[in-house]
């Protein structure tokens, strides 16, 4: 690991709590991996890994304070569900607290939970890696996605979004519109719509 990265790994220690911590060097890892696998530059996905919930563990009105402080948009959604706040209050203090420059590691950061219609490879692998390293609970499509992310991103990135937004609408949890536009730009990107029927019976 590189002097900036491991400088930064200590500092992340303390921010967060183990569990939080532990899931942060699987996504690390994991991200790495997939860089190198689709031809991403393995740094930045090591940073991008490490930092991506940097603004997990903050507690949801210091999230909202913070959003208001830095002049990042609060939606609906998000007013209602401060979590959702950790992705884009996350990429801002990466740059701010981290001192990261590079903006593809910072949309990597801000697009990690609902993702965004025509996401960057960097952006894709941190989407991924965040929903399949080792440490994270084993979903009905787990063993599918941790399959295709090493041959088919895309495919691998709608497989997620799919699941996602089945689970949201199953438990009535309320779904960002970024969520909703995510899916909807890779649905047709894949040209999913004329199959659905059929991927629904197989
Ligand atoms: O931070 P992590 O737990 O590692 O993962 P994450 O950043 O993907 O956040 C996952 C949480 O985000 C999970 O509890 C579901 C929630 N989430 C994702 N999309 C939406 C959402 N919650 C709402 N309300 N609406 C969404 O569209
Ligand atoms: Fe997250
Ligand atoms: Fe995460």
């Known amino acids: 690991m590189n002097h900036k990265i491991s400088k930064i790994n200590r500092k992340l220690e303390k921010e967060l709590d183990k569990e939080r911590?532990?899931?942060?060097?699987?996504?690390?890892?994991?991200?790495?991996?997939?860089?190198m696998c689709h031809?991403?530059?393995?740094?930045?996905?090591?940073?991008?890994?490490l930092l991506h919930d940097c603004a997990k563990c903050i507690p949801a009105?210091?999230?909202?304070?913070?959003c208001e402080k830095?002049?990042?948009?609060?939606?609906?959604?998000?007013?209602?569900n401060p979590s959702l706040l950790h992705a884009k209050l996350g990429a801002y203090l990466a740059g701010k607290k981290y001192h990261i420059s590079d903006q593809g590691i910072l949309y990597a950061i801000k697009s990690h939970t609902t993702g965004r219609p025509g996401m960057s490879l960097l952006e894709k692998i941190i989407y991924i890696a965040d929903y399949m390293e080792p440490g994270r609970a084993e979903l009905p499509n787990t063993a599918k996605v941790r399959q295709l992310?090493?041959?088919?991103i895309d495919e691998c990135l709608y497989c997620i979004l799919e699941g996602s937004l089945a689970y949201?609408?199953?438990?009535?949890i309320p779904i960002?519109?970024?969520t909703e536009k995510t899916y909807d730009f890779y649905k047709q990107q894949l040209g999913k719509e004329k199959y659905?029927?059929?991927?629904e019976d197989i």
Do not use: C, N, W
């Open 176 to 178: 960002d519109m970024m």
């Open 21 to 35: 911590y532990e899931h942060t060097q699987g996504v690390m890892y994991t991200a790495a991996a997939l860089a």
């Open 61 to 66: 009105q210091k999230k909202l304070r913070l």
């Open 39 to 49: 031809g991403e530059d393995v740094d930045r996905a090591l940073l991008a890994g």
């Open 196 to 199: 659905s029927k059929s991927q």
């Open 70 to 80: 830095y002049h990042l948009d609060i939606s609906a959604v998000e007013r209602d």
């Open 168 to 172: 949201l609408k199953s438990r009535s």
């Open 149 to 152: 992310a090493f041959h088919d």
